[in-house]
Every structure is written in structure tokens, then in C-alpha cells.
């Protein structure tokens, strides 16, 4: 099968020069010559079998593609169908991209919609304003908002402030704030802060919002302190929880006692405080198993409290089960101490578990 695909994608190559030429070269009809044929329907208005039969396009942006989809739809296989396409979508030439996809834009099929966000992108990597250009134009549909997606995340990765310009510029609607996410998403990962900036433009949504999380999560572990004063202005209440407890999460690899404070003072007792005091647990005792535990041992009897043991014990008892047994004798009798000791044991026995699971059978 992999063969036949090869076969497929290796004709799409050996007919695109001629299929430009064939294109270049039909001559138009006579104006004068009344024609009796019958008035033929757009493709995307026939069956798949008919398109596939009809006799060949006289524009080469159209033959190319039904040579490129019939690889393609001849995979079954989810992993070879994924091979196919991509290997389609570098099969065809930058010159031959505006048509091609001319030609996609026709097909209704799902493996030229596929095909077509792949050949959008690569367009777009290439030269973004023209594939933004040509996005821009197509009607509304789901197939306007994936172009314009990928138009934005390769055009981010290359010139962030010109793609910026460009999706703001965008009419409102669904499309523009989809573009508007993925271009921050790809933002986020080295400006941050501009990240947020083009997500506090956008409509509140739950897709909104997680991606303020995510960006001033990025920031969060470069600028703790920055990152957490600009969530403290944030007016939604249970948003701005949200971005707190991200940074404070954010912040704990690389310093859990500034980690510790800020969801300890900033953050209300609750579901965000619960998370987060279990996250920097999970994250501090990786470096300082002991500081860990000793903030831990101030904790109040709060719902918090108990999960943020037993990850405490859990990790730290991997680590050093005669450190974290040290610890736990020297609390002083109460309800931690009792919460430790079963936290400790459960420990230890998955320890065991794990232990004898990868230990090889009989011996020599």
C-alpha cells in the first residue's frame, strides 16, 4: 500500500509541469461560436465517484489535487492516511500552492479539508502575508477558520508583531478569536506577556481564560513576582484565583518558599488554594524535600492538608524513606503526625509493589 501511495504522489510531480502548461495554453472558445452544452454544476455539487470520473480539468490546480486526494483516500490505515497526507502536502510545489488549494477549497471531502490546512500552513511558513492574504478571501465556513488558524501559528513563529497587526485586524467573529488563540498559544512559549496581551482582547470565554493561564503560567517560572503582581489586577474574582495559584504553581521549581507564600496569602481557601498547595508540594520536594516538609507541618486543618501529605511522603519516601521517617518522629503526637505515619506506610508498600514488579523471576 505504501508503495501505491508513493506511486500516486510521484505522478502529482511528474504531471504538475505539464498540467501548468496545459493550463497556460487552452485556448478560449470563440465569442462568435454559440455553444449547445449543457450547463455543467460547480464539483463540489457532484458525487465523489463523478469527480473522480469526469474527464480531466482543464486547470492544473484541479488535476493535481485529484491526483493528490486519490493517494490519499486509498489508506485505510489511520497512520498510513497520516503519511499520505503529509507526504501530499510536500509534494506540491510552492508555485503550484494557490492553485492546488483553489482547487481544494471545491472538495468536500475530509482528506482535502486535511490537506488543505497542511498546504495552508506550509504556505504560510513560506510566505505568510500571501497565504493571509488568500485565507482572507474565502467565505465563511469552517474551512475560512482553520486557514486563518494556521496562517497564525506559522506567522507567529516568524514575525509576531506583523502577525498580531494582521489578526486584529480581521473582521469579529468565531475565526478571529480562534486565530487570535493559537497565535498566543504560539506566543506564549517566548513572549508571555505579549501573549496576554492579545488574550485580554479577546471575548471572555473559557478558552479565553485558559489561555491567560497558560501564558502567565510561562511567565510565572521566568518573573514570579511581575507575573503575580499582574493577576492581582485582574477584576474577575474567580479568574484572577486561577492566575494566582498558575503562578504560584509555576514558581515552585525554582523557588518554593516565594511558591509557598504567595498561595498562602493571596489565595482564599478553596478549590484554587487546595490545587495549588499540592502542586508546589509535588514540585518543591523534588529540590528540598526537608523545607517542603516543614512548611507542610504549618499547614491548618484544611481539606489541603491531607492530599499535600500523602504527595509529600509519597515522593519524599522514593527519595529517602529514612529522611522522611526521621521527619515524621519528630512531629509531635496530633493529627498530622497520624495523617504522616498512614501516608508513609502507603508509601512504603507501593515502594514494595514496584520493587517486586520489575524484579527479574528466580534467580541464579
Same mark, same amino acid.
Not at 220 to 243: E, F, N, Y
Not at 263 to 274: F, I
Given at each position: 500500500m505504501r508503495t501505491k501511495v508513493a506511486l500516486g504522489l510521484m505522478v502529482a510531480l511528474l504531471l504538475a509541469p505539464a498540467l501548468r502548461h496545459l493550463g497556460s495554453s487552452t485556448a478560449p472558445p470563440a465569442k462568435d461560436e454559440p455553444s449547445d452544452s449543457p450547463i455543467t454544476p460547480p464539483a463540489s455539487y457532484l458525487p465523489r465517484h463523478a469527480r473522480r470520473s469526469s474527464p480531466p480539468a482543464t486547470q492544473p490546480g484541479q488535476a493535481l489535487a485529484a491526483v493528490l486526494l486519490a493517494a490519499v483516500e486509498g489508506e485505510t490505515d489511520p497512520d498510513r492516511r497520516s503519511e499520505a497526507l503529509e507526504g501530499a502536502a510536500r509534494s506540491v510545489s510552492e508555485a503550484d500552492l494557490p492553485a492546488v488549494l483553489d482547487a481544494l477549497v471545491r472538495d468536500a471531502g475530509p482528506a482535502a479539508a486535511e490537506l488543505c490546512q497542511l498546504l495552508v500552513r506550509r504556505w504560510a511558513e513560506a510566505d505568510a502575508p500571501a497565504a493571509a492574504a488568500w485565507a482572507a478571501q474565502l467565505p465563511q465556513s469552517p474551512l475560512y477558520r482553520a486557514a486563518l488558524e494556521q496562517v497564525a501559528i506559522a506567522w507567529a513563529n516568524t514575525d509576531l508583531a506583523a502577525a498580531t497587526g494582521w489578526v486584529e485586524a480581521l473582521p469579529d467573529g468565531d475565526a478571529r478569536? *480562534?486565530?487570535?488563540?493559537?497565535? &498566543?498559544?504560539? &506566543?506564549?512559549?517566548? !513572549?508571555?506577556?505579549?501573549?496576554?496581551?492579545? @488574550?485580554?482582547?479577546?471575548?471572555?470565554?473559557? *478558552?479565553?481564560?485558559?489561555?491567560?493561564?497558560?501564558?502567565?503560567?510561562?511567565? /510565572?517560572? &521566568?518573573?514570579?513576582?511581575?507575573?503575580?503582581?499582574?493577576?492581582?489586577?485582574?477584576?474577575?474574582?474567580?479568574? =484572577? =484565583?486561577?492566575?494566582?495559584?498558575?503562578?504560584?504553581?509555576?514558581?515552585? !521549581?525554582?523557588?518554593?518558599? @516565594?511558591?509557598?507564600? +504567595? *498561595? *498562602?496569602?493571596? %489565595?482564599?481557601? /478553596? =478549590?484554587?488554594?487546595?490545587?495549588?498547595?499540592?502542586?508546589?508540594?509535588?514540585?518543591?520536594? #523534588?529540590?528540598?524535600?526537608?523545607?517542603? $516538609?516543614?512548611?507542610?507541618? #504549618?499547614?491548618?486543618?484544611?481539606?489541603?492538608?491531607?492530599?499535600?501529605? =500523602?504527595? +509529600?511522603?509519597?515522593?519524599?519516601? $522514593?527519595?529517602?524513606?529514612?529522611?522522611? /521517617?526521621?521527619? %515524621?518522629?519528630?512531629?509531635?503526637? /496530633?493529627?498530622?503526625?497520624? +495523617?504522616g505515619i498512614t501516608a508513609y506506610d502507603q508509601a512504603l508498600a507501593d515502594r514494595d509493589r514496584t520493587s517486586a514488579a520489575v524484579a527479574p523471576a528466580g534467580g541464579l
Open positions: 478569536q *480562534a486565530a487570535a488563540l493559537n497565535l &498566543a498559544y504560539e &506566543a506564549a512559549r517566548s !513572549e508571555p506577556v505579549k501573549a496576554l496581551d492579545v @488574550a485580554s482582547g479577546l471575548a471572555p470565554t473559557p *478558552a479565553r481564560d485558559d489561555l491567560l493561564v497558560h501564558a502567565i503560567s510561562q511567565w /510565572g517560572g &521566568a518573573d514570579p513576582a511581575a507575573a503575580a503582581d499582574w493577576a492581582a489586577k485582574v477584576s474577575d474574582p474567580s479568574l =484572577q =484565583q486561577r492566575l494566582v495559584a498558575a503562578v504560584a504553581i509555576a514558581a515552585a !521549581e525554582r523557588d518554593g518558599p @516565594a511558591a509557598a507564600t +504567595l *498561595a *498562602a496569602s493571596a %489565595l482564599g481557601a /478553596g =478549590q484554587e488554594q487546595d490545587r495549588a498547595t499540592v502542586a508546589i508540594v509535588q514540585r518543591w520536594v #523534588q529540590n528540598s524535600p526537608q523545607a517542603a $516538609a516543614s512548611w507542610v507541618s #504549618q499547614f491548618p486543618d484544611l481539606p489541603s492538608r491531607e492530599p499535600a501529605v =500523602q504527595n +509529600l511522603l509519597a515522593l519524599w519516601t $522514593a527519595q529517602d524513606a529514612e529522611a522522611a /521517617g526521621t521527619w %515524621l518522629r519528630e512531629l509531635p503526637a /496530633g493529627p498530622l503526625r497520624d +495523617l
